[in-house]
């Protein structure tokens, strides 16, 4: 059974930082792609950031985080991590992980990803 579980979010004021982390397990994610998605209240789950678990190839991120947002993977922990750094109130969302296969050439649709986790609250007060 696939699981993802994202860890990390919390209240930072704007400027400031956060880490977060997806742990994933119960299948082997080296022809996958993980992305990290988020959704505001009353928005559309938004793309943000998505990196191949193995393999060649550049993360891709959102026009809206470049440059402030870092994803990273570590194949030994089995986690991709996502450094948020010069935070926004407009960053507020929930952050969820997602998991989709390598295959696949569309990156930034929520609907093109198999495997989610619950979601990460991230609040930035302004």
């Known amino acids: 059974q696939v699981q993802l579980v994202e860890s990390g979010g919390g209240l930072v004021q704007a400027g400031g930082s956060l880490r977060l982390s997806c742990a994933a397990s119960g299948r082997t994610f080296s022809n996958y792609r993980m992305g990290w998605f988020r959704q505001a209240p009353g928005k559309e789950r938004e793309f943000v950031a998505a990196i191949r678990w193995s393999g060649g190839g550049s993360p891709y991120y959102a026009d809206s985080v470049k440059g402030r947002f870092t994803i990273s993977r570590d194949n030994a922990k089995n986690t991709i991590d996502l450094q948020m750094n010069s935070l926004k109130p407009e960053d507020t969302a929930v952050y969820y992980c997602?998991?989709?296969?390598?295959?696949?050439?569309?990156?930034?649709?929520?609907?093109?990803?198999?495997?989610w986790g619950q979601g990460t609250q991230v609040t930035v007060s302004s």
């Open positions: 997602a998991a989709q296969s390598a295959a696949q050439y569309i990156v930034t649709r929520p609907d093109k990803y198999d495997y």
